[in-house]
C-alpha cells in the first residue's frame, strides 16, 4: 500500500556529496517517521537519520556534522544531504517509513535501495 522510490545515489570521490531523494507514495494517510538506514558489505543495517511528522530528526553519531535529512511534506518526498563523504560511508541506503494507512493501521515500509560508493 505504501511504495518508497529511491534516488541519487551512485560514484563519488572522498571528501565529495551526494544527495538522495526518496518519494513515498500509495495509500498514505499520516507518516509517523521517515528516512534512511544503510548496510554495508558484513555489517548490520543501521540508522542514518530520520525525521518525524513533527520535523524532530534523528542522526547517527557517524554521521553527525556531515549529514542533512529534509522533508517536503508537499511532495511526501525525504531528502539526504551528504558531504565529507569517505569510504566508510560506501552502502546501500534504504529509504524507510513508518507510515499509517488508516486512523488505526500502521506499518513499516522500505524502499529497493540505492548504492553509494565512495572511491578515488
Known amino acids: 500500500q505504501v511504495q518508497l522510490v529511491e534516488s541519487g545515489g551512485g560514484l563519488v570521490q572522498p571528501g565529495g556529496s551526494l544527495r538522495l531523494s526518496c518519494a513515498a507514495s500509495?495509500?498514505?494517510?499520516?507518516?509517523?517517521?521517515i528516512g534512511w538506514y544503510r548496510q554495508a558489505p558484513g555489517n548490520e543495517r543501521e540508522l542514518v537519520a530520520t525525521?518525524?511528522?513533527?520535523?524532530?530528526?534523528n542522526y547517527a553519531d557517524s554521521v553527525k556534522g556531515r549529514v542533512t535529512i529534509s522533508r517536503d511534506n508537499g511532495k511526501n518526498t525525504v531528502y539526504l544531504q551528504m558531504s565529507s563523504l569517505q569510504p566508510e560511508d560506501t552502502a546501500v541506503y534504504y529509504c524507510?517509513?513508518?507510515?499509517?494507512?488508516?486512523?488505526?493501521?500502521?506499518?513499516?515500509?522500505w524502499g529497493q535501495g540505492t548504492q553509494v560508493t565512495v572511491s578515488s
Open positions: 500509495g495509500s498514505i494517510f499520516s507518516i509517523v517517521n
Open positions: 525525521v518525524t511528522a513533527g520535523h524532530s530528526t
Open positions: 524507510y517509513t513508518r507510515a499509517y494507512t488508516t486512523p488505526r493501521d500502521w506499518d513499516d515500509y
